[in-house]
T-cell receptor, first 113, second 110 residues
């Protein structure tokens, strides 16, 4: 069974640009969650999508947004990039029932110049 | 007070040692407890997932949860150099939002 796949693995952008990251969940999983990982703050929850609807949201500004498609694949968008957005962005998938573990992809490393 | 506190280490042990990793949490609503292992340049890999207080064993790994004191532990027996990684504890309270500790970096020396 294929795991969670994230593309691209690495991205370099400049301040003010926008970026879109992609996540393909494990087959059969309907929930996709996104996390930001930085050395200072660790792993922080961005948002969760289930059946194409945002179900939970963390404490990030509106520049961070996402969506989920009917095949459960998800994208995350960050607009007007800031230097502080440099991080590893991780996607995790699960059944979405709240009592099953989440499985993570290897992330997209985003660097802002 | 952070929701999940984890000693960041780093922790360095000789091969074969027993390793103890610990976290405390503050929110009684947390129901599920996880340990993830993260190698450099990789995503977190699920090691243990538990709901109730008590011990759960999987090979060389034992997860322990004490809900009365809000304390979770991971024990690694007969540690190997391949266990060198960052270990993350995480909790979940009925939604899909995971709350993580900062992670403990472990090095097992041959």
């Amino acid at each position: 069974k294929a795991g969670v796949t994230q593309t691209p693995r690495y991205l370099i952008k400049t301040r003010g640009q926008q970026v879109t990251l992609s996540c393909s969940p494990i087959s059969g999983h309907r929930s996709v969650s996104w996390y930001q990982q930085t050395p200072g703050q660790g792993l922080q929850f961005l948002f969760e999508y289930f059946s194409e609807t945002q179900r939970n949201k963390g404490n990030f500004p509106g520049r961070f947004s996402g969506r989920q498609f009917s095949n459960s694949r998800s994208e995350m968008n960050v607009s007007t990039l800031e230097l502080g957005d440099s991080a590893l962005y991780l996607c995790a998938s699960s059944s979405g029932t709240g009592d099953q573990p989440q499985h993570f992809g290897d992330g997209t490393r985003l660097s802002i110049l | 007070q952070k929701e999940v506190e984890q000693d960041p280490g780093p922790l360095s042990v000789p091969e074969g040692a027993i390793v103890s990793l610990n976290c405390t949490y503050s929110n009684s609503a947390f129901q599920y407890f996880m340990w993830y292992r993260q190698y450099s340049r990789k995503g977190p890999e699920l090691l243990m997932y538990t709901y109730s207080s008590g011990n759960k064993e999987d090979g060389r790994f034992t997860a322990q949860v004490d809900k009365s004191s809000k304390y979770i532990s991971l024990f690694i027996r007969d540690s190997q150099p391949s266990d060198s990684a960052t270990y993350l504890c995480a909790t979940q309270g009925g939604s899909e939002k995971l709350v993580f500790g900062k992670g403990t970096k472990l090095t097992v020396n041959p």
